[in-house]
């Protein structure tokens, strides 16, 4: 479970930023004595206006898990660190990136951390939290300087001397099989799944998709989930297709190259000849997907990532979660998560989105909480800053929405329409009108 990520010079993210899913005082709480776990809320959503950072703010914490996942397997021992810094200014390139993570897992709290430039992993650290006091497990000072807690235990020098400068001590622990740190590597590196609104993406959620349908009873409640959605479907089934020998040479080569450069490739071969087709409400007929609407793909190919995000206690992170699905589904997405006898596992979700329909209107409840909002904004400087909801205190009745749209919290853009206007007065008339 995440508890706060903070993250500094990566992309727009100029200046140390921190997202947190620590929970809001309630008025009147009272602090808990002896509390070494805080509350946390099931859902974060990012707002802000287009190009103010919303994205960079999770791939930021997509860069960072990668790092975890294949910095000791797939970066170039002589490449550097691929990293994205600041480049607005001088100082980004000459300043390292800061990323580290507050998380529990079996009950424990840590945090975990790295400093990099463009050459090597400047600073790594991890410590533990038991019974709310501080323990080093390992702490690293540049490249090779390294000091290892007691507690630790395992091969820790060992494993040091097979870490290269610009390789992550967690990735190459978990490499090696350390059992503590493989652990904490599978929460940081596998139990975080992200979901981006292009066709590759897209391609990968439907994957997790299909290998539900492929089982009877997931099936079953993946099929009841899309019938619920009004789509006017009925259910959906997995069958097989031919593929020619030169288009499957082709996917695997570029399954390797994909591999290779450190990102992730979910297709694996045997579903590459598989598709998913979809029977209409009321008749026999069905449809491959991809003749369907883009809003019942990006529903369908979610209810995977969904259902495996909450039944399994991970965390899921969704660019756009608005895009291409009608209000009421992005609601009901968030609304899974904060559901307790829906999730059970302390599943999480984090977004960004446009969708203010979420923030509460006049009409209906807020689908987010005061505590689960908040909003990117850029300076003159190309500077992204992130802050809470929460930091302006609003009322229990307040619209939130319309104190959104009106500016009221920053983070929306600003447009002068009489200037537009301006811009058309001083276009001259086309004479030669375009044919049809």
Do not use: C
């Not at 080569?253 to 209409?280: N, P, W, Y």
């Amino acid at each position: 479970m995440l508890l706060r990520f903070r993250v500094a010079n990566h992309r727009s993210l100029r200046d140390e930023q921190t997202l947190s899913f620590v929970a809001a005082p309630r008025r009147g709480e009272q602090k808990r004595k002896g509390a070494v776990i805080p509350r946390t809320v099931s859902a974060a959503g990012i707002y802000g206006a287009n190009a103010s950072g919303k994205s960079n703010v999770l791939d930021a914490l997509r860069w960072m898990s990668r790092a975890v996942k294949s910095s000791h397997t797939t970066w170039a021992p002589s490449g550097g660190v691929p990293r994205r810094p600041f480049l607005l200014d001088e100082t980004g390139r000459k300043t390292p990136s800061f990323y580290e993570v507050d998380f529990l897992d079996e009950g424990v709290r840590y945090s975990y951390g790295f400093e990099i430039d463009d050459e090597n992993v400047r600073g790594e650290w991890l410590y533990s939290f038991p019974a709310g006091r501080p323990r080093t497990l390992f702490e690293r000072n540049g490249p090779e300087d390294y000091r290892f807690g007691r507690s630790l235990g395992g091969e820790t020098a060992r494993i040091a001397k097979l870490t290269r400068g610009n390789a992550l001590y967690l990735s190459s622990a978990a490499s090696n099989n350390h059992p503590l740190l493989g652990a904490l590597y599978e929460t940081l590196a596998e139990k975080v799944h992200f979901a981006e609104q292009d066709h590759f993406d897209e391609q990968a959620r439907l994957s997790a998709t299909m290998s539900l349908l492929e089982h009877p009873r997931a099936a079953r409640d993946v099929n009841e989930l899309l019938r619920l959605a009004d789509l006017g479907l009925e259910s959906a089934e997995v069958v097989r297709r031919e593929i020619p020998p030169e288009v499957l040479t082709s996917f695997r080569r570029l399954r390797e190259a994909v591999r290779e450069s450190g990102g992730d490739f979910a297709t694996d071969e045997e579903q590459f000849g598989k598709e998913i087709r979809l029977r209409r409400a009321g008749t026999d007929v069905t449809l491959d997907i991809r003749e369907e609407s883009a809003g019942t793909r990006v529903w369908l190919s979610m209810l995977g990532y969904t259902l495996v995000t909450l039944l399994a206690g991970h965390l899921l992170v969704v660019d756009e979660i608005d895009s291409s699905l009608h209000p009421v589904l992005s609601s009901t997405l968030i609304r899974m998560f904060q559901d307790p006898e829906i999730n059970r596992t302390g599943a999480q979700l984090l977004f960004a989105s446009h969708d203010t329909t979420l923030l509460g209107t006049m009409l209906a409840d807020d689908t987010l909480g005061r505590d689960e909002v908040w909003f990117t904004e850029k300076d003159a400087n190309g500077a992204t800053s992130l802050f809470p909801l929460a930091d302006f205190r609003p009322r229990t009745d307040e619209n939130i929405e319309r104190g959104y749209l009106q500016g009221r919290y920053g983070a929306v853009p600003y447009l002068n329409f009489d200037k537009v206007r301006e811009i058309f007065r001083g276009m001259e008339p086309r004479l030669d009108e375009p044919s049809a």
